[in-house]
C-alpha cells in the first residue's frame, strides 16, 4: 500500500524540517563538542548554546530570566513543579493549601503535581480549575480560591482544541489574589502560533518542547522568571549553571537554532497569522461539505487556527481515524482510551455531549504547512469522506459501487450487539436487537442496499429501555409489506402462520425470507419474555440442529457468561430449562450470537462454551443439578455491581481469558508470498477502508461479517491457513482470537497490520 501520506497531527509532533535535520547532522558528524570543553571543538559547541539561548529569548519575548535546557516539556513542568513546592515549604502553609491547575491541561501537569507533592510531603490538595464550554478558565473560581493556592498552572493553548486563554485576564485575578503564587504557564502549542511576550508578564515558568515545531524529539526548555524560585531536578557535573546537569543535547540545541531562525526570520518557510486562519477556513469549508451534520468542539474565535476538533454524529472516533488513515491521513482521536469507551477528558470538562466526547477527531497542522499542500489535504478528505458511500454508511452524489451486503452483520454500540440478516437469494432481511444509536445507521443501510425488512425483532423486553425496534419499524414502514407492521411486543408480525419442527419433534412459529427461515422458540429465564430466533436455509418441515447456523439467544448465554436472572420478571429455574433445551435443540457449533458483546468476541457456540468451562459448561455435561445450578447462578449475579450512570450489565462478565494467536510478521507475509505459499489472505478492515487502500491479494471481509465468515468456514477446518490483516493489527488480534475460541485453529494474524507491512 504506497500512498501519498499527509500528516494532520502536528500537535502531537511534527516532522523535522530538512534545514533543521541539516543542522542536526552538522552538529553529530562535525559540531560536536562538549561545551564543557575548553578546546576549540567545545567552545565552538559552547558558542552555539549561548547563541541559541539568546534567540530563544527573543522568540519568548522574555529579556530577562534563565533559559535552561531540557529534554522537553515534561522535564520543564517537573522543575517548575518542585521548585514551586520547594518554594512553598520555606513559607508559612496557608490554611487547606491548594494547588491550581486547568481542568484542561495536559495530563503531565495534574500527575505531576499530585506526583511530588506527595513525594516531598506537601500537604496541599491538587484541584482543577474549570473550564467553560469553549475551554476559557473561570476566572471567578480562581478568584476564590488563588489566596490559598501554593502553585497555579495553566496553558496558553489547549493541544486537544487549540483554545487560548486570555493570559491577561488570568494574570490580573491570579496577581490580584496572590501576588507572589508561582505561576506556570504550559507554552508548547502556544509556539510558533502565537506571539509570546513573557518578560511583560508575571509568568514564572514556562516549559517548552522542541518536537511540537520541526526540532527533533528530546529537547526543550524551561524559562523561569527573574526572582522565581529554581530548585534543580538534575544534579552531578553542573551544566547549565548549575541548573540542569548532565551533558547538553548539542544536536537538539542545534536544531533550535536554525528552528528559532526560522521564526524570526522575515521569510516565507512560516505562514503569517492571516495565511493560517485562511487555511482553517479551506478545512472548514470541506470538512463541513463533506459532513453537513459535523459539529465543531471548539470556538474559533478563541483557538488557534491550526487545530480543528470535531465530531460527527453517527460516527465512533476510531471508525473515523480507520477512515483518514486508510485515505493515508494521520489525525487523532482527541481523546484518551479509558477502560471502555474512549473520551476526551478535555471535552468532557468543557461539558460537551458524551457523543461529541466519544466521537471526537483532532487535525492539526503547523506554520510550515503550504498552499498546495493544503489543497491536497482537501482533495483527500474528499476523497476518503466519499468512499464511505462504498459501505453505505453516507449517501454519495455520485453512484458509488456499494459492498453487496448479504448474510449475517453485526453492529456494535459499546457492549451492544444488533443483528442484520440478508437473505442471500433475495432482498428480504431481518433486524435482531434493535439499538437505539444504531438506527439510524441500520436504516440508511437498509435503504441504500435497497433491502426489504421482513421483521425487526428483539429477543427480550429490556429491563433498561423501550426497544428501539418501534422507531425502527416506523421509520422504515414505507418498506414493511404492510401485512407485516402488524407485530407482538417482540416485533413478531402477527401475520406469521408458518411453522416447522424442531430437533425434538417441538413444532415453533417460523418467519420465511427469502430462501431463509427464522424460527421462535421460548426461552425464558433471564426474563419471563425471553426467546431464541434460530436461522437456517429454508430447506423442509424440519429443522436439525446441524441445519441451524445463527441462533439469536439475546441475553440467555452471553461469551463466557449467562445472562443475569436477578431482575424482577427474571426466572433462574426456567434458565435452567431452557439451557438444557438449547443443548438439544442446536448443534455443537451453531453460532450463537448475542446481544451483548463485553470483550469483543463476537459470537459463541455450545462447543466454545464447553471448552470455557464456566457454569454452562457444568450444565452441558449433565452433571449439575438445578439446585446446584440455582446457587452457583445466585451467586454470579450478587457479583454484578451496578452503579449509578455506568452501563447496567446483563450478564456476569467474566475476567477475560487471553486466547493465543499464531502471528506473522508483515515482512514474513511479504515472503510467504514470493514464495508462493498457499494461504487465503483476509483484509478485515471495512469496505470503506479497503476501497481506499486495496491490499492486492486479499478478500475483505469487514470485522462487522465475522461472525458470518465464521459460519462458512465451519465447513472449511482443514483448509489452507488463512491470515487476517487490518490497519494496526488490533481488530485481526481480536479476530483471530475470537475465531480460535471457536475452534477454527488454521488462522494467523499479521502483527503490526498494514502500518508495519
Ligand atoms: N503540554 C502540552 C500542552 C502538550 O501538548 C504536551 C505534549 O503533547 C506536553 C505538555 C508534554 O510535552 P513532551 O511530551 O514533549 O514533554
Not at 431482575?567 to 433462574?572: C, G, I, K, V
Not at 487471553?658 to 508462493?676: H, M, N, T
Not at 493489527?729 to 503490526?752: E, K, T
Request: hydrophobic fraction near 40%.
Amino acid at each position: 500500500m504506497s500512498q501519498q501520506e499527509f500528516y494532520l497531527d502536528s500537535n502531537a509532533t511534527t516532522v523535522v524540517l530538512p534545514p533543521i535535520a541539516d543542522a542536526v547532522m552538522t552538529a553529530l558528524t562535525q559540531e560536536f563538542g562538549n561545551p564543557s570543553s575548553s578546546h576549540v571543538t567545545g567552545i565552538r559547541a559552547k558558542a552555539r548554546m549561548e547563541r541559541t539561548r539568546a534567540l530563544a529569548r527573543q522568540v519568548m519575548g522574555a529579556e530577562n530570566g534563565e533559559v535552561i535546557f531540557t529534554s522537553g516539556a515534561t522535564e520543564g513542568i517537573q522543575t517548575a513543579v518542585i521548585s514551586a513546592l520547594q518554594s512553598a515549604k520555606r513559607r508559612p502553609m496557608p490554611e487547606k493549601p491548594l494547588l491550581l491547575y486547568g481542568a484542561t491541561e495536559h495530563k503531565a501537569v495534574p500527575e505531576t503535581l499530585k506526583h511530588w507533592a506527595r513525594l516531598l510531603d506537601v500537604p496541599a490538595e491538587v484541584r482543577a480549575i474549570p473550564v467553560d464550554h469553549r475551554g476559557r478558565l473561570d476566572l471567578d473560581f480562581i478568584a476564590a480560591h488563588v489566596d490559598r493556592a501554593l502553585m497555579v498552572c495553566t496553558m496558553a493553548v489547549n493541544n486537544e482544541t487549540g483554545c487560548f486563554q486570555d493570559l491577561r485576564a488570568l494574570e490580573q485575578v491570579i496577581r490580584t489574589g496572590n501576588p507572589q503564587v508561582p505561576w506556570m504557564v504550559d507554552c508548547v502549542q502556544a509556539l510558533g502560533k502565537l506571539p509570546l511576550a513573557l518578560s511583560s508578564t508575571t509568568i514564572d515558568y514556562a516549559p517548552f518542547s522542541g518536537h511540537k515545531l520541526y526540532a527533533p524529539k528530546g529537547i526543550g526548555w524551561l524559562y523561569v522568571r527573574e526572582g522565581a524560585g529554581l530548585t534543580p531536578v538534575i544534579a552531578g557535573g553542573g551544566q547549565e549553571g548549575g541548573l540542569r546537569s548532565g551533558t547538553e543535547n548539542g544536536a537538539g540545541i542545534a536544531a533550535l537554532e536554525v528552528l528559532f531562525g526560522l521564526m524570526l526570520a522575515d521569510d516565507s518557510t512560516f505562514a503569517d497569522h492571516a495565511t493560517l486562519l485562511d487555511y482553517r477556513a479551506q478545512l472548514v469549508a470541506t470538512l463541513t461539505r463533506v459532513f453537513p451534520d459535523l459539529v465543531f468542539n471548539q470556538d474559533h474565535s478563541c483557538s488557534v487556527p491550526t487545530t480543528l476538533n470535531f465530531s460527527v454524529p453517527g460516527f465512533s472516533s476510531k471508525e473515523l481515524m480507520d477512515l483518514f488513515d486508510a485515505a493515508g491521513i494521520r489525525v487523532s482521536s482527541g481523546s484518551a482510551c479509558s477502560s471502555k469507551v474512549t473520551r476526551s477528558f478535555v471535552l468532557d470538562a468543557m461539558g460537551l455531549p458524551a457523543w461529541q466526547s466519544e466521537s471526537a477527531i483532532r487535525l492539526s497542522f503547523g506554520p510550515a504547512m503550504t498552499a498546495p499542500e493544503l489543497k491536497a489535504v482537501c482533495e483527500r478528505i474528499d476523497t476518503a469522506v466519499s468512499a464511505l458511500a462504498t459501505s453505505c454508511l453516507l449517501e454519495s452524489e455520485h453512484d458509488a459501487e456499494k459492498f453487496g451486503l448479504k448474510g449475517l452483520i453485526q453492529f456494535k454500540a459499546g457492549s451492544s450487539c444488533c443483528w442484520l440478516y440478508v437473505d442471500p437469494d433475495s432482498d428480504h432481511c431481518v433486524v435482531v436487537d434493535p439499538v437505539d444509536s444504531l438506527n439510524e445507521r441500520l436504516e440508511r443501510l437498509i435503504r441504500c442496499q435497497d433491502l426489504t425488512p421482513v421483521a425487526i425483532l428483539d429477543t427480550h423486553g429490556h429491563a433498561d429501555h423501550v426497544s428501539s425496534g418501534v422507531a425502527l419499524r416506523e421509520a422504515l414502514s414505507d418498506r414493511i409489506p404492510p401485512f407485516l407492521m402488524e407485530v407482538d411486543a417482540l416485533g413478531w408480525p402477527n401475520a406469521c402462520g408458518s411453522r416447522r419442527t424442531l430437533a425434538d419433534g417441538q413444532v415453533m412459529p417460523a418467519l420465511v425470507l427469502g430462501e431463509s427461515v427464522l424460527v421462535r422458540v421460548p426461552l425464558p429465564g433471564h426474563t419471563d419474555d425471553s426467546v431464541g430466533l434460530f436461522l437456517s436455509r429454508n430447506e423442509g418441515d424440519t429443522l436439525l440442529s446441524e441445519d441451524l447456523d445463527f441462533a439469536f439467544c439475546g441475553d440467555t448465554i452471553l461469551m463466557g457468561s449467562l445472562g443475569r436472572t436477578n431482575f424482577s420478571n427474571s426466572q433462574p429455574q426456567a434458565l435452567y430449562h431452557s439451557l438444557n433445551q438449547l443443548s438439544v435443540w442446536l448443534s455443537p457449533d451453531t453460532l450463537i450470537c448475542p446481544s451483548h458483546d463485553y470483550h469483543h468476541q463476537f459470537a459463541t457456540s455450545l462447543a466454545a462454551e464447553q471448552r470455557e468451562g464456566g457454569l454452562l459448561a457444568q450444565v452441558l455435561s449433565g452433571g449439575m443439578a438445578e439446585e446446584a445450578f440455582l446457587s452457583a447462578k445466585a451467586e454470579l449475579d450478587r457479583g454484578l455491581c451496578d452503579q449509578p450512570g455506568t452501563e447496567l450489565m446483563c450478564g456476569a462478565t467474566p475476567t477475560q481469558t487471553s486466547v493465543a494467536v499464531a502471528e506473522l510478521s508483515g515482512q514474513e507475509l511479504c515472503q510467504w508470498r514470493s514464495e508462493g505459499r498457499r494461504m487465503s489472505v483476509l483484509d478485515i478492515r471495512e469496505p470503506h477502508e479497503f476501497a481506499l487502500s486495496p491490499t492486492q491479494g486479499a478478500d475483505n471481509v469487514p470485522l462487522s461479517r465475522l461472525v458470518n465468515f465464521m459460519a462458512q468456514q465451519r465447513y472449511r477446518l482443514d483448509s489452507d491457513p488463512v491470515v487476517l490483516i487490518c490497519r494496526s493489527g488490533s481488530r485481526s488480534l481480536l479476530a483471530s482470537q475470537s475465531l480460535r475460541r471457536l475452534g477454527i485453529n488454521n488462522i494467523l494474524h499479521v502483527a503490526g497490520g498494514h502500518a508495519l507491512s
